[in-house]
């Protein structure tokens, strides 16, 4: 069992967790509260060897997630500001893109600052038709300040990232889609059986393979690794694990594999 908290909703289903961001009188937006249990959620979540991946989605019909709570901010110091951004990044945004298992963002609606940050960071995102994403920050007179800066550029690049974050425009799922920020776009009913579609075959793969696929790519864009010798040096490991052995042995089989995750 994991625990669903005041503002976070929490269904395991198909060995797959999915997370529901639960305030849509606010839009979903992450207040401290939301930062915390999404973050105890994802804890509680990571040693369990049965879910396999995690979706993470909005309540409602109507947003994602609207961005960091504008409420709870308003009246920040400058050093409030860089504490409320570095704990962010801390137990949500860097923790989701560094975390063992795929985490698929499934964008109901509004994914706007902080929300579009927090679809930043999950491996995959697809999106329903009527979802707007967005950076609108610099209308309110700051900067994104939960990776979006970095993420933006890495998955849309410079060119329209800059476009994004200086005009603070909404794009729609289809130029979400045409860009590369979104993977797919559904109706806002298949979203989850698409989302579901794809973690169906995560289930089914080695996962002790899949947290070092997820580790080595990231170290490419980690200026302080190479991601290429992470890569030689993680995929010698792999030859170690049970997961290599029951894998190939399977394929010689001719059955299917039975991974553990060891
Ligand atoms: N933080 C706090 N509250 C938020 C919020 C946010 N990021 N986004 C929406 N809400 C709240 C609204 O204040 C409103 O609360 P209320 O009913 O108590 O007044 C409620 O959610 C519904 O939002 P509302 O603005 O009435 O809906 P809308 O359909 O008219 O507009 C948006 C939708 C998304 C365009 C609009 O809510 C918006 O611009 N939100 C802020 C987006 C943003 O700048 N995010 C980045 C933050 S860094």
Request: hydrophobic share 40%.
């Amino acid at each position: 069992m994991i625990m669903t908290g005041e503002s976070v909703l929490t269904e395991i289903k198909n060995n797959v967790l999915v997370i529901t961001i639960n305030r849509p009188d606010k839009l979903n937006a992450l207040n401290k509260t939301t930062i915390e249990e999404l973050h105890e959620t994802l804890v509680e979540a990571e040693n369990q060897k049965d879910i396999r991946a995690v979706i993470i989605t909005g309540s409602g019909n109507k947003a994602f997630v609207a961005g960091a709570d504008i409420a709870e901010f308003a009246n920040y110091s400058i050093e409030q500001g860089k504490q409320l951004s570095s704990t962010g990044h801390f137990k949500i945004f860097n923790f989701i893109e560094n975390y063992s298992k795929p985490v698929i963002a499934a964008v109901n609606g509004f994914a706007l600052g902080g929300g579009l940050e927090l679809a930043l960071a999950c491996h995959i995102r697809v999106a329903s038709d009527n979802a707007k994403m967005g950076l609108p920050e610099v209308s309110l007179g700051v900067i994104p300040g939960y990776g979006g800066t970095q993420r933006l550029a890495q998955i849309i690049g410079k060119g329209k990232a800059f476009e994004m974050i200086v005009t603070a425009d909404m794009i729609n799922a289809q130029d979400a889609y045409k860009w590369g920020l979104v993977n797919y776009v559904t109706t806002q009913e298949e979203l989850l059986n698409k989302c579901f579609d794809i973690t169906s075959k995560i289930s089914s793969k080695s996962p002790t393979a899949i947290k070092t696929a997820i580790k080595v790519i990231n170290a490419g864009y980690n200026n302080k690794q190479n991601g290429y010798e992470v890569e030689i040096e993680e995929f010698g490991k792999s030859f170690g694990t049970g997961d290599f052995k029951e894998g190939v042995s399977a394929f010689l089989d001719k059955r299917k594999a039975n991974f553990q995750g060891n």
